[in-house]
C-alpha cells in the first residue's frame, strides 16, 4: 500500500455533493444558487412518467423551462445535439439530469456546445475547454456509473460506429442530489449489476498503476458500504438506509476512478460488452475476481486492504492469501446478489473469447493495468471467467 | 551541443531521436496519420507567439518534423497543446502526456480512445524527445 517519493498527484473533486432523503426537492435552491433562471430537465421516456421526474419538475417551479426525454442507454452524439438544439431554443441556462449514467453523460455532452456553440463533435477530445460549461446538477436514479462527479461523458457516435470520450475538468456536473428516494424504483438485477459496477471502479482505482492515496481512502470506503450495504437493499429495495449507503459508495467510487484509471476488468469489460452486449455492470462483476487473481502477485498489500474493507478477516494470512479471500468475497457476494457468474451464462461464445483478448488490447484502461497485458494473457482471465 | 528548446533545429534532432527508436517503431506500427504539438507563446521568456510543430507519424516511423503556423497546426487530426512550463516537463520525462492530460496541464484535440490505444508509443516519444539535449528558455 505503500507510495515512494516519485508520487504526485492532482485530486480533483469540485461537485457540490447533496446527500439525504428528499434532498431532489432542493433543486429549484441548487438552480438559485448557481444563478440559473431558465432550467430544462435531460432525463429518459421511461423515467419521465414517474412520480420522481414531476416531483423534481414540480420543485423546479418557475425556473423550470422543458424537458428533453430523449436519451437511450448508450447515449449518442445525435441525442446530445438534439438535446442541445432543445435547450437552445428554450434559452436554457441551467441543466438538470435524472436519470443513469447515460442520461447524466447526455447531459454533460449538451452542457458544452450549449456554452461554447457548435455541435459536440467539434469538442472531441481531452480538457479541451478553457471556461466552464453550463450548469449542471446530477440526480442520480442508479448507484453505479459516480457519472455525477466524474470528468468524462462516454458519447456513441452511432455513425460511425465509434465511441467517443469527452473528457474534460469544466463537464464535472456542479451540484449531484443524492437523494435515496430516487434510487427506490430501481429492480433488483438492475441495483446488483450497477452496485458491482461501482465495486469495480472502487478496486480497479486501488490496483492501477495511477492509484494515489486519496482515491484509496475513497475507495476502501466505497468497497466497505457496497458489501455491508447491498444484502440489505437485495432483500428489501425499499430499505432507504441501504439505498442511500449505496448512492455513496457509488459516488465516491466514481470520484477514486475519476482521478486514477481502470486497468484490466475494465479493458475486458468494455470488449465483452461492445462485441456480446453484456451489461457494463455484469460484465466487470464476472471479471473482477478474475482481474484479482491474475494481478495477485502485483500488489497482493493492496488486495489484502481491499479484503480487510470487504470485511475478511486476514488476521495471520500471507498477503497473498488475504488477496485470494478478497476474490472469494466478491463471488460470495454476487453469487448473494443473484448475478450471473460465468461469462457463458451471458451469452459470450467461447469461440468469442480470442476476439475479445484481441479487442481489450486496443482499451486504454489496459495500459493501467498493475501487470503488462497481451493478448495471450487477456484470454487465460477470459477462460477463467468464461 | 544543446539544442534552444522549442526550435527548429530541436525539433529536427527530435525526429532523428524517434527513428531511431526501435521501441518506438513496434509500439506505433499500426499509428497513421499527423500529430501537431503547440507551445503556447509565452514572450516573458522570449517566446513570442505559439511555436507549431507538425509531425508526419507514419506506422512507426516520423516521414517529416517541421515548424508551422497555428492555422496549419489546427488542421492535423490530433493536436496536443501546453504552456511551455508544462511541456517542458514532458520533455524531462517528469510528467507523462497521458497524466499531463488527466491533470489539465496538456489539451487533446482528436479521438481519446485512439490515443489511449497508443500510450506506450507516446511514451517513447516522451523519452526520444528527453534525449534531444536541451536548453531551457526559462533557464
Not at chain 1, 27 to 52: C, F, P, Q, S, Y
Not at chain 1, 222 to 228: E, F, G, Q, S, T
Not at chain 2, 6 to 21: C, L, M
Request: glycine share 10%; aromatic share 6%.
Amino acid at each position: 500500500m505503500g507510495y515512494d517519493r516519485s508520487l504526485s498527484f492532482i485530486f480533483r473533486c469540485p461537485t457540490k455533493i447533496v446527500f439525504g432523503e428528499g434532498v431532489a426537492g432542493d433543486v429549484g435552491n441548487e438552480v438559485d444558487e448557481l444563478g440559473g433562471k431558465r432550467a430544462m430537465i435531460i432525463t429518459d421516456k421511461h423515467l419521465v412518467e414517474t412520480d420522481l421526474y414531476r416531483q423534481v419538475e414540480k420543485a423546479l417551479g418557475r425556473r423550470y423551462v422543458g424537458t428533453f426525454s430523449a436519451v437511450e442507454p448508450d447515449t449518442g452524439v445525435h441525442i446530445v445535439n438534439e438535446g442541445t438544439d432543445t435547450a437552445r431554443k428554450l434559452n436554457v441556462d441551467c441543466l438538470v439530469s435524472i436519470g443513469g449514467g447515460s442520461v447524466i453523460d447526455t447531459a454533460k455532452g449538451i452542457a458544452i456546445p450549449l456554452k461554447e456553440g457548435g455541435r459536440l463533435e467539434d469538442y472531441d477530445g481531452f480538457q479541451l475547454l478553457t471556461e466552464p460549461a453550463v450548469p449542471h446538477i446530477a440526480i442520480p436514479t442508479t448507484a453505479g456509473t459516480g457519472s455525477e462527479v466524474t470528468f468524462a461523458a462516454i458519447i456513441k457516435d452511432h455513425q460511425e460506429k465509434r465511441k467517443l470520450v469527452f473528457a474534460n475538468t469544466y463537464i464535472i456536473p456542479n451540484v449531484a442530489l443524492l437523494d435515496p428516494l430516487m434510487t427506490v424504483g430501481m429492480p433488483p438485477h438492475l441495483t446488483a449489476s450497477t452496485a458491482m459496477d461501482a465495486m469495480s471502479h472502487a478496486v480497479e482505482s486501488m490496483h492501477t498503476s495511477e492509484r494515489i492515496p486519496i482515491s484509496d481512502a475513497f475507495a476502501l470506503h466505497a468497497i466497505h458500504l457496497i458489501v455491508n450495504y447491498l444484502p440489505g437493499v437485495m432483500e428489501d429495495g425499499n430499505d432507504l438506509l441501504a439505498r442511500g449507503q449505496m448512492l455513496i459508495a457509488a459516488c465516491i467510487a466514481g470520484a477514486a476512478m475519476s482521478n486514477t484509471h481502470v486497468g484490466l476488468v475494465h479493458a475486458l469489460a468494455h470488449s465483452v460488452g461492445g462485441r456480446f452486449g453484456v451489461p457494463h455492470g455484469i460484465a466487470n462483476s464476472i471479471l473482477l475476481p478474475h482481474g484479482i487473481l491474475y494481478n495477485l502477485d502485483a500488489c497482493p498489500e493492496i488486495y489484502a486492504a481491499i479484503a480487510r474493507a470487504l470485511g475478511v478477516d486476514i488476521r495471520g494470512m500471507s498477503d497473498e492469501d488475504a488477496g485470494k479471500k478478497a476474490a472469494d468475497a466478491i463471488w460470495e457476494l454476487t453469487k448473494k446478489a443473484g448475478l450471473p457468474q460465468k461469462l457463458s451464462e451471458v451469452g459470450v461464445p467461447e469461440n468469442g473469447l480470442e476476439e475479445i483478448a484481441d479487442l481489450a488490447i486496443s482499451d486504454g484502461a489496459i495500459v493501467y493495468n498493475p501487470k503488462p497485458m497481451d493478448p495471450e494473457e487477456n484470454l487465460k482471465v477470459l477462460k477463467q471467467a468464461w | 551541443m544543446a539544442y534552444k528548446f522549442p526550435s527548429e533545429e530541436w525539433i529536427a534532432e527530435f525526429g532523428k531521436a524517434i527513428n531511431a527508436n526501435e521501441e518506438y517503431k513496434r509500439t506505433a506500427a499500426t499509428w497513421e496519420g499527423p500529430v501537431a504539438l503547440i507551445f503556447n507563446a509565452e514572450p516573458a521568456i522570449g517566446l513570442d507567439e505559439d511555436f507549431c510543430v507538425w509531425a508526419d507519424l507514419w506506422h512507426g516511423e516520423c516521414r517529416e518534423i517541421k515548424k508551422v503556423t497555428l492555422e496549419e497546426a489546427q488542421k492535423a487530426p490530433y493536436v496536443i497543446r501546453g504552456s511551455y512550463a508544462n511541456w517542458k516537463q514532458v520533455v524531462q520525462g517528469r510528467l507523462g502526456p497521458v497524466k499531463g492530460m488527466m491533470q489539465g496541464k496538456l489539451k487533446l484535440k482528436g479521438n481519446l480512445p485512439t490515443i489511449m490505444k497508443y500510450v506506450k508509443a507516446s511514451d517513447e516519444l516522451v523519452k526520444c524527445a528527453a534525449k534531444v539535449p536541451s536548453e531551457f528558455l526559462d533557464e
